[in-house]
């Protein structure tokens, strides 16, 4: 694994994103999920830059082509009384894996993490994605099994919260 001498990596700017939602719309068909995109890329911009500012996002590009994203937000550790960053999103264009990129979008959240003295840098993987799981594992990550994930979404949202 070569790290592409012509990448850079920045944070999307508002330009960005109907390529950022382009992206994001290829990670949801490579896993399976394109049914579950219902936003848009309007959405997304105002999530990014608008007030108040949801997430932020960085881009990989290579030759001035879009290869690659992160799309992150600030977290809490209670334990640790800090500030963490999870990472909704890493996302790298079939077609330009295995040169670093992904590897380069992980480096530049941790430093992004140390310089706002973040506890930790956190994300979710999908239990059938065993080539993510590895990457991840060979960058430092553990995989915690005792773990799961809680969601509620739609009309059971709406029922938690009294208005269903």
């Given at each position: 694994?070569?790290?592409?001498?012509?990448?850079?990596?920045?944070?999307a700017?508002?330009?960005?994103?109907?390529t950022?939602f382009?992206?994001?719309?290829?990670?949801a068909?490579y896993?399976?999920?394109?049914?579950?995109?219902?936003?848009d890329?309007?959405?997304?911009k105002?999530?990014?830059?608008?007030?108040?500012?949801?997430?932020?996002?960085?881009?990989?590009?290579?030759?001035?082509?879009?290869?690659?994203?992160?799309?992150?937000?600030?977290?809490?550790?209670?334990?640790?009384?800090?500030p963490?960053?999870?990472?909704?999103?890493?996302?790298?264009?079939?077609?330009?894996?295995?040169?670093?990129?992904?590897?380069?979008l992980?480096?530049?959240?941790?430093?992004?993490a140390?310089?706002?003295?973040?506890?930790?840098?956190?994300?979710?993987?999908?239990?059938?994605?065993?080539?993510?799981?590895?990457?991840?594992?060979?960058?430092?990550a553990?995989?915690?099994?005792?773990?799961?994930?809680?969601?509620?979404?739609?009309e059971?949202?709406?029922?938690?919260?009294?208005?269903?």
């Amino acid at each position: 694994m070569t790290l592409r001498s012509d990448l850079i990596v920045r944070f999307a700017e508002p330009n960005d994103c109907h390529t950022l939602f382009a992206l994001i719309q290829c990670l949801a068909e490579y896993e399976k999920l394109s049914h579950a995109v219902t936003g848009d890329a309007l959405a997304l911009k105002e999530h990014l830059f608008g007030s108040p500012k949801y997430i932020e996002a960085i881009l990989a590009e290579s030759a001035g082509q879009a290869v690659g994203f992160a799309l992150f937000f600030q977290n809490y550790s209670t334990f640790l009384t800090k500030p963490g960053i999870y990472l909704e999103d890493l996302f790298v264009v079939p077609e330009f894996r295995r040169q670093g990129i992904g590897k380069a979008l992980l480096t530049k959240l941790a430093k992004i993490a140390i310089e706002r003295d973040c506890g930790r840098l956190e994300w979710s993987v999908l239990d059938w994605n065993v080539s993510a799981q590895a990457f991840y594992r060979r960058m430092g990550a553990d995989i915690l099994d005792d773990w799961r994930i809680c969601r509620v979404t739609a009309e059971a949202l709406s029922h938690l919260a009294g208005q269903g």
